[in-house]
């Protein structure tokens, strides 16, 4: 991987430290914001017009198993794959099986998987054109390629209220994490964007669709814990004493006055390998 024009850190150095804040924070995603997501993943999957019983999918960028749990509700055969071998872990022993990879480079045999869901996963990547060309070949011809990403400029206002609250607490954005939401995250966050790669990578009936998901955030608590766990954020949670913890989330809560959207959006990209 080489480094990038614009500013911020090396690829190669992004991938590294963003594998590592999603290892450091396996037990908190899972009581934070899997809940969130696992709601996401079985809108993403729910897109899906193919049948997916029995089919052998790829989940890609499975974390903690979530867009799993929602394949195993379809009747699918999900084969997880995740950068951080410490998400995998997470009850590893009641979720199927899952493999240790980068989505960049993935190990996996051409045409092995009958179709590929990536719940949230392509914005984490530096090479998204070459990320895609991989998943083209690893699914058969004909393969049906589910993937959801956040729109660029429409973010849950708690986002920006909560973090608000973090900063003033001395929280400060990890370098991972101002590099990934500059030169990343918007990469995918663009339908145009979105849609132009998939078909620079070989695949066709190509669309990308926005879509409210129904997901609870109305409730300024789980608003709150969704922010608090996440990778970017955990780590200088966890570093505060239980007092200043406490005071930390009662600060969010209080800030999420008025009423809060319910619902997250997200654009989904609906692909197929020719």
Known sequence: MTSRPDAGLPDDVLVAEIRQAYADSADGWATGPAEIYRHLARALVGVATDDL??????????????????????GAQ???????????QHRQA???PGVAGDAQRLPF?????????????????PDLLGTLTGCRRVLRAGGPRLASTFPSGDDH???????????DHGYRRPAWYGTFKTRVADL???????ERTARA??????RVEHVPVEVGLDDPHLAVEWRLNMPHTLAFVANLDGQAQLDLRRAAIRE???????????????????
């Open 53 to 74: 019983a029995g089919a052998r999918v790829l989940d890609l960028g499975a974390g903690t198993g979530v867009a799993s749990e929602a394949l195993l509700e379809v």
């Open 78 to 88: 999900p084969v997880g794959v995740d950068l951080a071998v410490e998400m995998l």
């Open 94 to 96: 009641s979720r199927p």
């Open 109 to 125: 045999r051409t045409g092995v998987f009958d179709a590929i869901v990536a719940a949230f996963s392509l914005n984490h990547v």
């Open 157 to 167: 206002p708690a986002k920006a209220i909560v973090e608000g609250v973090l900063e």
């Open 188 to 194: 995918t966050g663009e339908p145009a964007n979105l």
């Open 201 to 206: 990578a070989g695949f066709s009936s190509v």
């Open 256 to 274: 999420l006055t008025g009423p809060l959207p319910s619902a997250i959006p997200m654009l989904v990209l609906d692909a197929r390998a020719p």
